[in-house]
């Protein structure tokens, strides 16, 4: 080795006018204004969101970035802090590949100055350049002050992938162990197809699914003979009216019923109608009179119970169950709707005064403290979860709308012990928390080191279990569910869930199949598939975590090491470094030092520390001028930590198990990562 000079990008200059509270404020404030502007432009489009997370590059992973890629795309060093543009970041997660679109077109190119678009997916997946999976959609815009900011754009399915890839630090083929390299392949490519399915069956739901517009027009519509025409029906049984549909659960509801009934053009629910109208019939009124004295309706709650009547071999009692129905009431139901209507007589049952829960819990102070409930309990969960460093990646909180107590109470006005609801307090779920993570293993910490530690139980229901392991016919699986008391005697409803199980929720949510039987026939085998497919992709990743565990180098032994300053051959590589002219930072303050040591690591085959400390005993033995050089030829300006250094062992020790193409796919900048293997693979 011999010393010899090229011109190195002055990283330390980059880093001193980054760290200037002033320079640094203007980043900050540029991504939260930005993060505000995107939540609102989603919000102005109806563009469902499920995550928006906001991020200014820290330091340290600023120096990071420099010290491997210190230059622009176009190969050019940078010139100034305007050419780096990820300083500022945001992340949009949706819910399937139609709502990237949506995001891309209605957002990105109509409010933003779009300098660069790079579609990840196809990078990673269509060019075939050995990377797992697929990531996301990557847009880099101008603001109007000059800078720049990077907007990442993915999927719930792919932010699952992108999760679990950050754990186990595997982006290519070559990077992982050969024993897990197919079933890594094997579960990319899954969550790839389900994206894609999410795609396929929404569409063929739409084609064949009653336009849920045309019908809320027409229901909406003042004009329409039917719709007045049911209404009056409906005010002389005596129901209470509410003209707008305020209840989506209702229109939802509504949906699934014209589905079960097999009717997917507004023509055909017109037909229906006008049979129902064209006779004389005390259908409503004796629905009224035995279970809806205290309903208050609106007209798609009016057209369901219609249905029930003209379709009513199409429904059974389980069916209602499923949908919130009570037992009693779905028995009661279409036990009427099954009458001729000769048969039906007024005889008088005891109801449920819905209308008593309303109004109390429509008073706006009995209301805020619901809302209060709601906003502490969300803040406390989310510093549990930061107490105990448990991933998550969503923590939503709501509060019950009236409109939705008024649906639930109408359809199920009884407590689980099937007795009628005394006082609010007893309706558990109207304060209500979701939590979202990464991976199944996960769940089980946020049980046992929150739930459990922090909160009263006094429910818990497993609708995993529920839906799959009882063979219910549900699709797939959801959530654990937890009922708290609080200490103000009011309870509270906790849902907890993978990305991937979120994921086919709001798949869910958006069909309205919620078990077999809802689905028509020709749906149900891709639908069966789709959640067979996410519920053993989660399974996937509990088995490869466990699996890379136990071939990879223990996290906190290779950081307690690094970190010790009693360890000889750490400090002796420190001292080597200082005397090649490094500058040295004591403290690893940087994760990706730490996550590019542990890849470096797998890549040449060191699984335990004992091996790790072999290596750099045996590099520390000889006389070496391998550092010298590396700081002379690329860095200069470099300041450096334990793990990076270790990690310049490893290319020197192990030079045949890395390739170019490696380091760069690591963030190298591809003339340094040539100029290092180059200065590696010299002898001493």
């Not at 939260?32 to 995107?38: A, D, N, Q, V």
């Not at 209840?247 to 699934?256: A, F, H, K, Q, T």
Request: glycine letters at 4%; hydrophobic letters at 35%.
């Amino acid at each position: 080795m011999s010393y010899h000079h090229k011109q190195a990008v002055d990283v330390q200059k980059f880093i001193l006018e980054y760290q200037n509270p002033n320079k640094f404020q203007e980043y900050q404030t540029l991504t939260k204004e930005l993060k505000t502007e995107i939540i609102g432009y989603l919000e102005e489009n109806k563009i469902q969101h499920e995550i928006v997370t906001a991020r200014t590059k820290s330091v340290d992973s600023l120096r990071s970035k420099l010290q491997r890629k210190p230059y622009r795309d176009d190969d050019k060093p940078y010139d100034s802090l305007n050419e780096i543009h990820d300083l500022s970041g945001i992340r949009i997660v949706v819910r399937h590949p139609d709502d990237i679109e949506e995001v891309i077109e209605n957002v990105i190119t109509k409010k933003f100055k779009v300098v660069r678009h790079e579609n990840k997916l196809d990078k990673s997946v269509n060019k075939h350049e050995g990377c797992f999976g697929y990531r996301s959609e990557h847009c880099v815009v101008k603001r109007a002050c000059g800078k720049h900011a990077e907007i990442q754009i993915r999927t719930l399915s792919q932010h699952s992938w992108a999760r679990f890839s950050e754990l186990v630090d595997y982006k290519r083929e070559e990077d992982a162990p050969v024993k897990l390299r197919r079933e890594l392949f094997l579960l990319a490519a899954m969550l790839e197809f389900a994206d894609k399915q999410f795609v396929s069956l929404h569409k063929q739901y739409k084609e064949i699914t009653i336009d849920l517009d045309k019908l809320n027009d027409f229901l909406s519509g003042r004009d329409s003979k039917l719709v007045k025409g049911l209404i009056r029906q409906a005010e002389k049984a005596d129901f209470h009216i509410r003209r707008p549909i305020k209840s989506e659960c209702d229109l939802s509801m509504l949906v699934w019923g014209c589905n079960k009934a097999s009717i997917h053009k507004l023509g055909e629910l017109k037909k229906a109608l006008d049979r129902y109208l064209g006779k004389e019939s005390f259908y409503l009124a004796e629905i009224h009179e035995k279970i809806g004295v205290h309903w208050t309706v609106d007209v798609a709650f009016l057209v369901e119970l219609v249905l029930y009547k003209e379709y009513t071999k199409n429904f059974t009692e389980d069916d209602l169950v499923a949908q919130g129905w009570a037992r009693r009431h779905a028995h009661a139901l279409l036990e009427i709707a099954d009458k001729s209507n000769c048969e039906m007589s007024h005889h008088h049952k005891q109801a449920v005064d819905v209308q008593k829960f309303i109004l109390e819990y429509q008073n706006p102070n009995k209301f805020q403290e619901y809302q209060t409930l709601t906003k502490e309990l969300k803040t406390e969960i989310i510093g549990y979860l930061e107490e105990n460093k448990i991933q998550h990646e969503i923590v939503t909180a709501r509060t019950k709308s009236v409109d939705s107590l008024r649906s639930k109470l109408q359809r199920k006005p009884y407590r689980d012990d099937d007795k009628p609801y005394d006082s609010l307090n007893e309706i558990h779920d109207l304060a209500g928390i979701r939590i979202v993570v990464r991976h199944p293993d996960d769940i089980g910490e946020v049980i046992e080191n929150v739930i459990t530690e922090k909160f009263k139980i006094v429910y818990h229901e497993n609708k995993r279990d529920k839906s799959v392991n009882k063979h219910e016919g549900c699709f797939g699986y959801r959530s654990e569910h937890y009922v708290v008391k609080r200490a103000c005697g009011k309870h509270a409803e906790i849902q907890i869930r993978t990305l991937l199980q979120h994921s086919w929720a709001r798949f869910s949510e958006l069909v309205d199949y919620k078990r077999e039987e809802d689905a028509p026939v020709e749906l149900r085998r891709e639908l069966f598939l789709l959640a067979a497919m996410l519920e053993f992709a989660d399974k996937q990743f509990v088995s490869l975590h466990k699996q890379y565990k136990e071939i990879t180098i223990d996290l906190d032994k290779l950081n307690d090491f690094l970190s010790g300053r009693d360890s000889k051959l750490v400090e002796e590589l420190i001292r080597q470094a200082e005397k090649a002219g490094f500058h040295i930072r004591r403290s690893i303050e940087s994760e990706r030092d730490l996550s590019m040591l542990v890849w470096g690591c797998n890549r040449a085959g060191i699984q335990k520390l004992s091996k790790l400390k072999e290596t750099l005993n045996r590099y520390l033995g000889k006389e070496s001028l391998y550092l010298a050089e590396i700081h002379e030829k690329i860095g200069v300006h470099w300041t450096a930590d334990a793990a990076f250094l270790v990690e310049l062992v490893l290319y020197k020790e192990y030079t045949k198990n890395f390739t170019e193409d490696d380091l760069v796919a690591q963030g190298w900048a591809r003339r340094h990562a040539h100029a290092l293997l180059k200065v590696a693979d010299k002898p001493n």
